[in-house]
């Protein structure tokens, strides 16, 4: 269940570790995500934009459910990193992801790969 | 939670709730769907689509009640019969059939997040995206409205083994 902070609201219940693997910002994304936990990952993405990261790879292999909400961000996410001068690209080795992204089309959309290119 | 009512398909509800059109509530709504569709004898395989498919419809019905400015409650209703029967409901009236026009004009729509173009750009993405991954997830799938009185309905259904397939459409 979701924790809930000092002020007694519910907590996202979604993990965000961020490393960098050669010259993308890696954020993993562990939990749910849906239209309530997304708001995190948005600000994560934001921040890495202000921080001048505009090479980003979002990490849903570890990720327990993602809904259109988490779509929705992946589409916005790509949009605005291209606009800084940078690239998104969707790591996935998830199946039940995987099998999201390829019905809606976003397989030929977004550039997901297997793992964090190396380059 | 009632049993009283009959759905189109002839079924008594087995469980009904409603919630405010809140996003913390989907996640609740969607462990209750796969939940009661498991109790149901839903195959095992099969729960991991229909709670997506519930979350997909009930945040769907949370980003219409949004865009109106409704605080209505989203419904929820599950029966069991022939088949598993999923229903999701919002109050979110056609707004093109609106002749005064008074809801898009609404001093109410996105008043929350206003200022937060990218969510609201995103959310609207996302609005379009849950029918996409509606239709490609679930078989036996019906959307009716919105028309100028009432919004949409979002039914959906899955066998149940051993059950006759009669009820289907």
């Not at chain 1, 998830?94 to 190396?118: C, F, H, Q, W, Y």
């Not at chain 2, 937060?116 to 997830?137: M, Q, W």
């Amino acid at each position: 269940m979701r924790g809930t902070s000092s002020d007694g609201a519910p907590e996202p219940e979604l993990g965000l570790e961020l490393t960098q693997v050669g010259a993308y910002a890696v954020v993993a994304v562990t939990g749910e995500i849906d239209m309530y936990t997304v708001q995190k990952l948005r600000e994560a993405v934001r921040q890495l934009i202000a921080e001048g990261k505009t090479r980003v790879a979002i990490d849903l292999t570890p990720t327990d459910f993602c809904d259109s909400s988490g779509l929705g961000l992946l589409i916005g996410a790509r949009r605005r990193l291209a606009d800084a001068g940078g690239a998104l690209v969707v790591v996935c080795g998830n199946p039940r992801i995987r099998k999201l992204l390829d019905m809606t089309g976003l397989d030929k959309v977004l550039d997901v790969r297997e793992a964090v290119p190396s380059e | 939670m009632s049993a009283s009512k009959h759905d189109q398909r002839g079924e008594p509800a087995a469980v009904r709730f409603a919630f405010t059109p809140a996003a913390a509530y989907v996640r609740a709504a969607r462990l209750v769907a796969a939940d009661v569709a498991s109790h149901a004898g839903v195959a095992t395989g099969l729960l991991d689509e229909v709670r997506q498919a519930v979350g997909e419809a009930c945040t769907r019905a949370i980003l219409r009640h949004r865009d109106c400015g409704l605080d209505d409650l989203v419904r929820v209703e599950f029966s069991i019969g022939d088949r598993f029967i999923a229903k999701i409901t919002d109050n979110a009236q056609d707004l093109r059939a609106d002749s005064e026009g008074d809801h898009a004009s609404s001093p109410h729509r996105n008043e929350a997040r206003s200022n937060d173009h990218e969510a609201i750009e995103e959310d609207t993405l996302s609005e379009e995206i849950t029918l996409i991954v509606l239709g490609g997830l679930v078989e036996d799938l019906v959307v009716t409205g919105p028309d100028r009185e009432h919004g949409t309905t979002v039914t959906m259904s899955w066998p149940l083994p051993g059950r006759s397939p009669s009820a289907d459409h």
